[in-house]
């Protein structure tokens, strides 16, 4: 049993709260950590999808402390990925991610945003400085890895490139956010009214429910874009900026 563990903040990925637990147990071996929450030394942690499960930690707390469900759907990009994919797909990943079901196959968008060479995890210099404020930390948040997103949705400015926090050496290191050496970058609000757009509606998509229906997907969109200010007849809207 862990003596502790974080509670995740908003729209936090969950890597990001392994991170904020490594920090805190003053471990200085990152085996020590990895053998905590996992049960062996050599875990491998898949950045954006939380494979090796919320089992392997989420087993060794109270039960009842944290909703799998809303785990796996706020704090992983893992039903982002895969909205489009095949029912059995998407069921057979949820069911490996959120309760550990024996599933070896990732799909083949899982395995493109996991394979990707030179990323880095990114962050917005506004949130950074909102997080400090309002938590005495920062954090990786979700919405900022998703690959298309040019913009914090929130503040429309830039999101920048963490120091780093590249991907490839990420899976069996912690880096926490509050560790990236330009956190106090200066934010760009240099940006176009179609990087604005396209960061509206990314953002749009990640908060549009998963629907097991896919035929009602378009409508469920195109809803939630009117909802949010996007579109308009026959076109798409800037909402402005807010840097
Ligand atoms: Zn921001």
Known sequence: MLPFFPTPYPEELWYSVLCRYHLRTGNKKT?????????????????????????????TLPNGLFDR?????????TPYVLRFSHDLRRTKTHQHIVWGAEEKEYTGSLKQWTSQDGGYLRFCPICAKRDLQTYGETYWHTPHQIQAMPLCPIHKCRLERADGAEMRTLRQKFYPASSIPNLKTTADCNVSEQEVKLSDMLYAFWNTPLVNDITSLPDSL???????DIFLSGGIRWSGSRC
Do not use: C, W
């Open 69 to 77: 469900e809303e785990l796996y759907d706020r704090h992983t990009l």
């Open 31 to 59: 085996s020590t950590t990895m053998k905590e929450l996992f049960g062996k030394a050599n875990a491998s942690m898949n950045i954006f999808f939380a494979n090796p499960g919320f089992y392997g930690v989420i087993d």
């Open 222 to 228: 195109f809803h939630l874009l009117q909802n949010k």
